[in-house]
């Protein structure tokens, strides 16, 4: 079941199963804090229009071409973390680039919330699902 969609510059996310966001990098995304600070505010004005009182991520960076620490940082602080009511982060990778930036980011900026990498879809959203 899908439900309302908002387009970044870089990404797409809806809303899936009510507090489930599917966020998709697009083909070669480069996020850098200009496009990470579009996200943060975008995102988080769906989730207070929906009146989400949490919300699982299931974010595609597959397609990523890169993303620079300064936006890795914003994605990993308090204030997303708290603005978005994150419990759970699933990460889909596919790529060792894929890999290597999510394995920085949750080695180097400790997300609040649990947070696993996963290569199949399904996987990850049963994972997620542990999270309702």
């Known amino acids: 079941m ?13 809303i899936v199963d009510n507090n489930l966001l599917h966020w998709i990098y697009a083909n070669d995304a480069v996020v850098t804090i200009t496009q990470a600070e579009e996200e943060v505010d975008r995102i988080g004005a769906l989730v207070d229009e929906h009146a989400l009182q949490s919300t699982r991520l299931l974010i595609d960076i597959r397609p990523l071409r890169s993303i ?11 204030e997303v973390h708290e603005r ?6 699933g ?7 894929s890999s290597a930036i ?8 400790r997300p609040k919330h649990p947070t696993r990498l996963f290569t199949n879809e399904d996987n990850a959203r049963q994972w997620l699902a542990e999270f309702t």
């Open 102 to 109: 999510g394995n920085f980011y949750m080695k180097v900026r």
């Open 2 to 14: 899908s439900g309302p969609e908002i387009t970044t510059s870089v990404s797409s996310v809806r």
């Open 68 to 78: 620079d620490r300064a936006a890795s940082k914003l994605f990993a602080s308090d």
């Open 91 to 97: 990460l889909l990778v596919e790529s060792r680039i």
């Open 84 to 89: 978005y009511r994150i419990q759970a982060l």
